[in-house]
């Protein structure tokens, strides 16, 4: 989400205004997006460790749904709003058909997702989809689909409470992700101390969860405070997309190193 709307506006700038919408099924032209829906279904795998079959499975395609509208569902958020929402119900279906099929009211999740959805709209419409605000909102959104797994792949590894515990650890991660990328543009006025507050408040919930947590959180502290040592900013897309790629591999080290950390430190409900 964060190298999203970043890339979106040097190809503004580039091509001497934005591009045209295509309302089509598609997956998302930038692969931040895809590695946080990918990298919270790993996410969830390893932290249900074993989970459940069926419900791997209904939320293999929610991921699948989440991936092909995500593009149409951004793009419309801020034009067609009731469309937008309609899109929202097509993503929120499997977990729904799942819950049911479990017998399952996952309340607590829900209530989560909708408060999360509510604040990305109320964001993109009073700000628009490009301000610092819809930006944290939509990364927290994405983030929210391993909460919403959680009730359906449902394993023995860890509590249900521990789940609500990773789940604000990612989500607080990819804030700051978000806010460093943010911080790293030359169009964008975001200081850099600020991607170091959800971090700040993640070591607390991690410190909490067990000590072993932290480890995840090594890397993202020391980019974080050298970005504020030392902020160089960039403007061309080639550089913005390096920067993507980098963070992405950083995700994926993020999240293995997290998930492994709870599955073999936190004892099991």
Do not use: C
């Not at 799942?98 to 999360?116: H, I, K, Q």
């Amino acid at each position: 989400m964060h190298v999203v709307r970043a890339a979106q506006e040097v190809r503004a700038v580039d091509m001497g205004g934005p591009r045209g919408a295509q309302y089509a099924l598609r997956l998302p032209r930038e692969r931040s997006v895809i590695g946080i829906l990918l990298l919270a279904f790993v996410l969830a795998v390893m932290t249900a460790w074993p989970p459940n079959v069926q419900g791997s499975l209904i939320v293999a395609v929610a991921l699948v749904v989440h991936l092909l509208t995500f593009d149409v569902a951004f793009e419309r958020a801020h034009r067609e709003l009731s469309k937008a929402l309609l899109i929202i119900v097509l993503n929120a279906a499997p977990y729904m058909l799942g819950y049911m099929l479990f017998w399952r009211f996952p309340l607590m999740e829900l209530a989560v997702g909708s408060a999360t959805v509510l604040a990305y709209l109320a964001s993109t419409l009073r700000w628009g989809y490009r301000a610092i605000p819809a930006v944290l909102t939509g990364t927290a959104l994405l983030t929210v689909s391993y909460l919403l797994a959680m009730p359906l792949m449902d394993g023995a590894a860890v509590s249900r409470g521990v789940h609500y515990a990773v789940w604000a650890l990612y989500a607080l991660y990819n804030i700051s992700v978000a806010l460093y990328v943010e911080s790293r543009l030359a169009f964008r006025n975001v200081r850099p101390v600020t991607a170091l507050m959800p971090l700040t408040v993640a070591l607390l919930i991690g410190a909490a969860l067990h000590p072993a947590v932290l480890i995840a959180f090594v890397e993202p502290i020391i980019k974080t405070v050298r970005n504020i040592a030392n902020n160089v900013r960039y403007s061309s897309l080639d550089e913005i997309k390096r920067m993507g790629k980098l963070e992405a591999l950083r995700s994926a080290l993020f999240v293995a190193v997290l998930g492994l950390s709870v599955v073999l430190t936190v004892k099991p409900a």
